[in-house]
């Protein structure tokens, strides 16, 4: 799930230096914010894995189906996410771990504007208008802005939930629960195969906003959880309240550039596990002007990153090779040709290796 603007615009390597809020900032995720002879490798449901930009009938045809009232009511939160008013406190979860930010929200019928002031640790803010984003670090007079979705918490889907029923049960239970002094409707979201996480979900019964949410394991263990603790719903809020906290004349300004680019084109093999689908692909130029291509997959719910860049011996922020993970974003790394990759994603860390590990690289007619 998606706590924080996932690891999509965050370089690899600075995620072990970053705060567990931060991280989520940097994937979901997360966070938030890295087709010649593919060898065949069979997920437990059977499928084969995909070749990038592609899709299985299997995918195609469930996005024909009516939608389900439990998937349904997903959509109904994503939409209570993007255009209600609601300001309040949230605290992120990952283990012994726990950070707090306030967020304000605010949809005047076209735009969607938002503030979230981190908390805890080193005084940040994020300021959002739509997909823009603006990261500002007050200790360093920075400001790092880029465009990110809108799907962090308390937004859920990255795409229409009507697929999600052919890898995931869907349940709404009848007791309501309580979540921040709210009544909230729970939803429980199990994985039919054992390459994806569960979630547990409370809405609020009379917006559908989310409240709560929590990443599980097979076996129901909780790998990490954000949640509202006081949250107001509804009501008009002050252009204000949106404003940065400090005066940002004079401070620097750090434009994440990137570039739609065709990952097939340059060479690159990527299997998709069964369900995922690619939803960007592009290069970003990082502060130190070093190049890193990154595709994106998701299930609607679980995304998966991988990012690319040229191997250079000398670099020592690489992590080892293999797995590594940072509560339920797992992290594998690995030499393929020339080329780092960084794959890391809200998965299961057996999937991610399998996915990894079966990366290639074939140089395109007329490269050296």
């Known amino acids: 799930m998606r706590g924080m603007p996932q690891t999509r615009g965050q370089h690899p390597a600075q995620l072990k230096k970053m705060p567990v809020i931060g991280r989520r900032w940097g994937l979901h995720a997360a966070l938030a914010g890295f087709c010649l002879c593919l060898p065949v490798f069979a997920y437990s449901q059977g499928a084969p894995l995909a070749p990038l930009g592609s899709s299985s009938t ?25 255009h209600l008013n609601y300001e309040g406190v949230f605290t992120f979860q990952q283990g012994d771990a726990i950070e707090s930010s306030r967020i304000t929200h605010v949809f005047d019928g076209k735009d969607e504007k938002e503030r979230i002031e981190v908390l805890d640790g080193p005084p940040r803010e994020y300021l959002r208008r739509n997909d823009d984003v603006q990261c500002l670090l007050p200790e360093q007079q920075t400001i790092v802005r880029e465009r990110q979705r809108g799907d962090r918490f308390p937004g859920l889907l990255l795409s229409e939930s009507t697929a999600l029923e052919e890898h995931y049960q869907l349940r709404v ?40 949410a929590q990443t599980l394991t097979r076996e129901g263990t909780v790998l990490e959880q954000v949640t509202f603790t006081q949250v107001s719903i509804g009501q008009t809020i002050r252009e204000q309240a949106l404003n940065a906290s400090w005066s940002t004349v004079g401070w620097q300004l750090q434009d994440t550039a990137q570039q739609v680019i065709d990952l097939a084109a340059l060479g690159w093999r990527v299997p998709a596990p069964a369900g995922y689908l690619t939803r960007s692909q592009f290069a970003r130029v990082f502060a130190d002007q070093r190049v890193v291509n990154q595709l994106v997959l998701s299930d609607g719910l679980a995304t998966i990153s991988i990012f690319i860049e040229p191997y ?5 922020e690489y992590l080892s090779q293999g797995a590594a993970r940072s509560g339920s974003v797992n992290i594998f790394g690995i030499r393929v040709a020339d080329f780092w990759l960084t794959v890391l994603g809200e998965v299961p860390a057996t999937t991610l290796e399998l996915l990894a590990q079966s990366i290639q690289y074939v140089p395109p007619a007329g490269s050296r």
């Not at 299997?58 to 993007?82: D, F, G, H, K, Y």
């Open 58 to 82: 299997s995918t195609a045809a469930v996005l024909t189906r009516p939608s389900s009232q439990e998937a349904t009511l997903l959509r109904q939160i994503q939409q209570a996410a993007r």
């Open 173 to 212: 239970l009848p007791e309501p629960h309580r979540v921040a002094g709210r009544l909230c409707r729970a939803i429980e979201i199990t994985a039919r195969d054992a390459h994806r996480y569960g979630y547990k979900l409370c809405a609020d019964i009379d917006s559908n906003l989310l409240l709560k």
């Open 312 to 316: 250079r011996a000398q670099r020592s």
